[in-house]
């Protein structure tokens, strides 16, 4: 049987080359960390303090990255946003 590293090697490529392919044709993933917050293509799960009124509104953490497919949203990013309660 081949080692468990050389498995992990081959799924690895076989994902890279699948999500090349799916990119190809039109899926786009949305991982908005860091990022103000858009409603028209992310979910807020739960508000985080902001240390300073720059970073109001902003994603503070990404829960589940979302997808577009040829424009269409498909799934809204999951995402922890930031509030300033100064």
Do not use: W
């Not at 908005?32 to 109001?56: H, I, T």
């Not at 994603?59 to 979302?66: D, F, P």
Request: hydrophobic share 40%; charged share 25%.
């Amino acid at each position: 049987t081949a080692p468990a590293s050389s498995l992990l090697d081959g799924v690895q490529h076989v994902e890279k080359k699948l999500q090349r392919s799916l990119a190809a044709a039109g899926l786009e993933v949305i991982d908005p960390a860091d990022q103000r917050f858009d409603p028209a293509s992310m979910e807020a799960l739960m508000m985080v303090d902001a240390e300073s009124a720059e970073q109001d509104d902003s994603v503070a953490g990404v829960m589940q990255k979302g997808y577009r497919f040829k424009g269409h949203l498909l799934r809204p990013a999951r995402v922890q946003v930031r509030k300033f309660n100064g």
